[in-house]
């Protein structure tokens, strides 16, 4: 059983910056991965942030971004604001199925 | 704009079939992949399968194979989610969502199955 895991939970301030990551328990997250990040806010449907990585819909806010590092694929929030507020959530690419991480509730003071 | 509308909440009893419904608008429904997301209540999101009208091609998550079923009907771009007996478990928002080239971009706004006896 393929299990991807994330931060339950992370706090930031408003206006500050926070790295929420995202991993495999198969070994490195890779670029065939296809990492995939959502936002989901209470009582709405998820919403498409980055795909393959690294790249943005047209609606993505600049303040968001999506890179690999250290074998993990990571979402970057900068000057983060109170809509920010949300849960989070990657999906990852296992050659024919996809699987969710467990998501991470961003919390903004 | 590239809609996905969702069939209404139902309302079931254990043991009872449904299946809900998720069509597609303003892009080409059989040159995209659309999947099916459940999220059971205060849970997370769970990928469950997905389906390329085009073909009929359809994979399924091992959690989710033999579950459910997934089918599309390309005449009327509407893809489907439908369960032959339903269990107090299957309670949950299921949510269609478009895919293509490694990418899911578009979801429905989720149809509520609450399954009680």
């Known amino acids: 059983q393929t299990v991807v895991t994330q931060e339950p939970s992370l706090t930031v301030s408003s206006g500050g910056t926070v790295t929420l990551t995202c991993a495999s328990s198969?070994?490195?997250?890779?670029?065939?991965?296809?990492p995939n990040w959502f936002q989901q806010k209470p009582g709405q449907a998820p919403r498409a942030l980055i795909y393959?990585?690294?790249n943005k819909h047209s609606w993505t806010p600049a303040r968001f971004s999506g890179s690999l590092l250290g074998g993990k694929a990571v979402l970057t929030l900068s000057d983060v604001q109170p809509e920010d507020e949300a849960e989070y959530y990657c999906?990852?690419?296992?050659?024919?199925?996809?699987?969710f991480g467990g998501g991470t509730k961003l919390i903004v003071l | 704009e590239v809609q996905l509308v969702q069939s209404g909440a139902e309302v079931k009893k254990p043991g009872e079939s449904l299946k809900i419904s998720c069509k597609g608008s303003?892009?080409?429904?059989?040159?995209?992949?659309i999947g099916w997301v459940r999220q059971m209540p205060g849970k997370g999101l769970e990928w469950m399968g997905i389906?390329?009208?085009?073909?009929?091609?359809?994979r399924y998550s091992p959690s989710f194979q033999g579950q459910v079923t997934i089918s599309a009907d390309t005449s009327i771009n509407t893809a489907y989610l439908q369960w032959s007996t339903l269990k107090a478990s299957d309670t949950a928002v299921y949510y269609c969502?478009?895919?293509?080239?490694?990418?899911?971009?578009?979801w429905g706004q989720g149809t509520l199955i609450t399954v009680s006896s």
């Open positions: 999906l990852l690419y296992y050659g024919g199925a996809w699987v």
């Open positions: 198969t070994g490195a997250v890779t670029s065939g991965y296809y």
């Open positions: 393959s990585s690294t």
């Open positions: 303003e892009f080409s429904f059989t040159t995209y992949w």
């Open positions: 389906i390329y009208p085009g073909d009929s091609d359809t």
């Open positions: 969502v478009r895919h293509h080239s490694g990418t899911y971009d578009y």
